[in-house]
């Protein structure tokens, strides 16, 4: 994790992140390295696991065999989410708290030396290019992209091989919760640093089934997104949400806004003002996205990589210093 936007370069390098407390590195690449090998290595062993053929096949609308995550390679990763943000020092709360500045620039790669944001991108994709791969365009074929009412009608089977590790009824000892905040990490924010060149499948597949997903889970109940082990944490909700913010439909920045105000409320009842002050800056950066699409109906910068003509408005508005969600084109598997 880099910067609040949704693609840009500097962005989205470290998307689950977790304490440092403990890691003391002497220079800035290998905190970077440090990072990002805990949390890779504490993601699900999802690429062990194809290479074994240890995976529940299941069928999907096409007809078409699908590794199904097993929920063992979600409970990997429950240790990361919980450490995502630091504990509160005031509320009391189990729950995580927002972090403090010091910690948010080591997310984002504040000062980060190029060396050390195309390192990160290489641990990425030698780590799960193979898992987004098992599922990408040619082998989990999706619907054309279409409206956001065909999307709302067809998120269910989109999403249906991921529901079962997601939706179930869960309490305080099960990790449904985690298991859904992995996969939306996996399918929104790390396709992002895989990608860098062919970003037309992070826009027109991954982000669609990141979207499938999260519409059929806030339907449900109970909800994912309100499991105890990060209901009051704005970083692992905030994540969580991210969809929405890039999503192209103009119902969804406003399903982003609904979903952030109640949350909002939600701090303002607790008291918590350092979640409170995240869930506000969390906001603020979901308003530039929401600008473009009431604007233009789209994001410019994406026009280059789905082949969309440039209008002369929108070329004016990327000249000017316009917002900028893409990353760079520069491959990150070295």
């Known amino acids: 994790m880099r910067h609040m936007n949704c ?14 407390d403990c ?19 504490c993601f699900f062993g999802y690429q062990e696991r194809l290479r074994q053929h240890e995976f529940r096949g299941r069928a999907i609308g096409n007809g078409s065999p699908f590794p199904v995550l097993h929920s063992a390679h979600f409970r990997r990763m ?10 509160s020092a005031t509320s009391g709360s189990k729950n995580d708290t927002a972090a403090p500045p010091a910690v948010i620039k080591k997310w984002f790669g504040h000062h980060g030396s190029q060396e050390e944001k195309d390192r990160y991108d ?36 989109i999403a249906r091989p991921f529901l ?12 449904y919760g985690p298991n859904f905040l992995s996969i939306i990490l996996l399918l929104d924010q790390l396709s992002r640093n895989i990608f860098r060149v062919d970003q037309a499948q992070i826009y027109n597949h991954y982000d669609r089934i990141a ?22 944490s704005p970083a692992h909700r905030f994540w969580l949400y991210m969809p929405l913010m890039h999503s192209e439909h103009i119902e969804d920045q406003d399903k982003y806004q609904e979903v952030m ?16 002050d995240y869930v506000e800056m969390a906001i603020k950066g979901a308003k530039a996205h929401s600008f473009d699409i009431r604007e233009f109906g789209r994001f410019p910068h994406r026009n280059e990589y789905l082949g969309r003509v440039t209008t002369k408005e929108e070329q004016a508005f990327m000249d000017a210093g316009g917002n900028k969600f893409a990353p760079k084109k520069e491959p990150s598997n070295g």
């Open 78 to 87: 429950t240790s990361c989410i919980n450490s995502y943000t630091p504990k």
């Open 211 to 232: 979207r499938a997903l999260l519409y059929s889970v806030l339907k449900r109940s109970p909800r994912a997104d309100q499991h105890s082990s990060f209901q009051f």
């Open 164 to 175: 079962g590790d997601c939706t179930q009824s869960f309490d305080d000892d099960n990790e």
């Open 7 to 20: 693609v840009s370069r500097t962005s989205h390098s470290f998307r689950i992140s977790h304490s440092l």
């Open 261 to 276: 105000d109640s949350f909002k409320e939600e701090m303002v009842g607790r008291g918590d003002q350092p979640a409170l």
């Open 122 to 157: 290489q641990l990425c994709h030698s780590k799960f290019h193979d898992a987004l791969e098992s599922f990408g365009p040619p082998k989990y074929k999706l619907p054309p992209p279409g409206s956001w009412e065909s999307e709302q009608a067809e998120a269910d089977e």
């Open 23 to 41: 890691v003391v590195p002497s220079t800035k690449l290998e905190v970077c390295e440090t990072m990002a090998k805990k949390i890779l290595d």
